[in-house]
């Protein structure tokens, strides 16, 4: 692992557009499900996760869910059921309420707040189906008060007909009823624009390969979706109090997700520095995916070395990275000086599988430098507000002039005159 | 104003993706502000805007800003001042503040709240030039504490050199002082990628044209953006206890922004309904914008027969206009039946006006039937938010097998491990 200035560092960003022949392809995806719907859907099905289905098989039936919990040890139920708990329990934190501020003139003006009425959630097939990823993605819009949440997975598995029976799990105790074996770019269409079978939701969460991400993008606005997940990061702020091993663990539990994930440490310790090489070198050779670990430490990974502590927080900001750890002598000491970070690990035990998997905060994080305008998920994302304006007579007489003045200023008589015709009314206009 | 069954009506909603031609104008105008910074932006400057400018000359002087105050009224500043004051006071009502739970065990998780450091506001200039709309945008992102609000705006005004005076003094009142005389895509790149005269920001919000609409969709995840407006559009509900004639001028105060603006009545009264098509046809008659109002109201305009209150309701969820106007007997009985709705006018005197310029709530508002899932410009916008974890030994030696569970189910094993180093070094395990 490389160690080198802190101030010579910078990361490459890129956002993703995919190629044009890709885009082309999500292109006549989306036009042709939502212009045939169903048949479209399972026409793709067969081309792309060599399932034959018709429409009735679609959704997946409460026999398979079962079915599923046979197949799934307890141990792992019950862990996941505390982690349910926890992530549960942490947002439950987040929920506002509408509020009214009602003023003595009659004046009522607030923000009226409202669960989204139905939200679809993209779950990947084959290794990167992660039942955390569901908890993740489904409580969130179950504690706003989603009414209806539907869940899309490819029909086949590594190439195995069938869904994971662990998402099946995860997603039932996440409270989701409504699933459908459908993935990729026919999936989003389906959820964006509805068929007979898939009515059409406001918003898609959820990871997806490079098709599901442009189909993503295609369709927001028609739908809401959540961002665009680059790859993962983690940057460890350490100094000399920090032990070298866990850095290397946390360092190397990132490195492990693909190569393109950024592991960075940023120390003003010389001596830090050296020995966390040494034991990263040494963690990685019994890892199971050594070869993937190796590669990202290699092209992404860093060890930074800042001249202070100024600089070190500096370098963080300006990285903004998805998972920051502080392994300082004092750590929530540096708290205030953080600025652009997705979620925050403070001290030694707060190694970053805790938030990833458990202890409630949620793990779908700003990547690729986007901490700096963005948030994990969380219930506002399942949220929308309305404004509400109530103005008595006595507070349209009052104000009604100003209002008049700075509409036809603008050119815009109609509205100037949407408010005269009741002035004129109330007499308080000729 | 064709009347029609509420059950008929659908409007067309299409998201605006430009033509391939305007594609490629802006990705080439992008990649050319992000290599040669300051002289691609004066060069487009010239060519679009017909004004020869050096990099010096970019940015409005404190001067031209005095300049601009002895060129507007009085009258008007005092109303702009009264609305900003509003606007602030209303928008001060949505922060929220950092919270942390603290747990006996040790854990703390919280929810760290940081306004966004620098954002960049875009003003078009020529006739949809808004006083209002710079205080909309610029007020709430002040209220959340950015600390830097920077506004770009084209170098002419209608063909003509110079800034619309009532922008500058509109962007003043509303605290910002850093300003640039640059429009279209290439305003959007410099503020997404930075030059050296302007540096780059994390988010920018404001109405544009196609070009500068484009620009934001490519730029979005380099930055964050606002949503992309669509045209404009009124709904309201009404019984017979409404006014014809206020019910006429709220519908052509929209449909007089321009003609794709939807201006749509929903009642279950056909008596209502026949007395607002006259008063529509005569009040048309003697606006300044007749044409445009006309033919909006001709294309985009409807007046629906609702059977019941029931479909009326209905009828306006399944439309999700961008405002909403309750006249009906007991306007406030109805509210909590509005599932869709960007802001919602409530009662006799609160015209749509009275939230355009002057009540506090936001006047940048979800169009094109996206309240179903999004929101009024908000103090939110311009905050994000990091998660914080903080686990005690306790709470790791707990949760750690648990947790070791679940990521060996993902497969990713130095995820297990850097929980499991510290379990060891613990004495837990072996």
């Keep these: 692992m490389r160690i080198m200035k802190a101030s010579e560092f910078g990361l490459n ?44 098989q679609l959704r997946v039936t409460e026999e398979e869910i079962q079915a599923a919990y046979d197949r799934v040890e307890p141990k792992f139920i019950e862990a996941l059921r505390r982690a349910a708990a926890n992530i549960r329990s942490f947002h439950e934190k987040q929920k506002r309420s509408t509020w009214m501020d009602v003023q003595p003139d009659g004046t009522i003006i607030g923000q009226l707040f409202r669960p989204l009425r139905r939200v679809g959630l993209y779950v990947p097939g084959g290794k990167a189906a992660y039942p955390s990823s569901v908890l993740m993605n489904a409580i969130p819009a179950q504690v706003a008060g989603v009414p209806e949440i539907v869940m899309v997975t490819p029909a086949s598995t590594g190439g195995k007909e069938g869904i994971d029976p662990y998402i099946l799990v995860a997603a039932a105790e996440a409270g989701i009823h409504e699933m459908y ?6 999936a989003v269409a389906a959820l964006a624009y509805g068929t007979d079978t898939i009515a059409p939701v406001d918003k898609i969460v959820g990871p ?34 920090a032990d070298p091993a866990y850095i290397a663990a946390d360092l190397l539990s990132q490195a492990e997700h693909d190569e393109m994930a950024s592991s960075i440490l940023v120390t003003t310790s010389k001596t830090l520095a050296a020995a966390v090489q040494t034991e990263v070198a040494r963690q990685l050779e019994t890892l199971p995916r050594k070869a993937i670990a190796e590669q990202s430490i290699r092209e992404r990974g860093a060890i930074l070395l800042a001249d202070n502590e100024a600089e070190a927080v500096a370098t963080s900001n300006r990285l903004a990275p ?23 690990f403070v001290g030694p035990y707060s190694t970053e599988p805790v938030g990833d998997y458990f202890a409630g905060p949620n793990h779908i994080l700003p990547t690729n430098g986007t901490a700096r305008f963005s948030s994990p998920l969380n219930v506002d994302d399942f949220v929308k507000k309305s404004s509400v304006i109530h103005y008595s007579k006595e ?36």
């Design 208 to 241: 997806g390969n490079i098709y599901v991400a442009l189909a993503k993008r295609y369709v927001y606005g028609v739908v809401d979706i959540d961002s665009i997940a680059g790859p993962s990061e983690i940057l460890v702020l350490a100094d000399d109090s």
């Design 322 to 344: 998805e998972h920051l750890e502080l392994l300082v002598y004092e750590p929530f000491g540096w708290l205030g000086r953080i600025e652009n970070a997705g979620a925050i």
């Design 13 to 56: 960003r890129e956002v993703e557009y995919g190629t044009p022949e890709q885009n082309r392809t999500v292109e006549r995806i989306l036009d042709n499900v939502r212009a045939e719907g169903d048949a479209a859907v399972l026409r793709y099905t067969e081309q792309f996760d060599k399932v034959k289905l018709n429409a009735s």
């Design 395 to 430: 507070a349209l007489l009052r104000d009604g002039e100003d209002i008049m003045t700075l509409a036809k200023h603008e050119g815009l008589e109609a509205h100037a005159r949407a408010v005269e015709i009741r002035l004129v009314k109330e007499g308080k206009r000729p």
């Design 181 to 186: 074996r459908v993935g990729g770019a026919q």
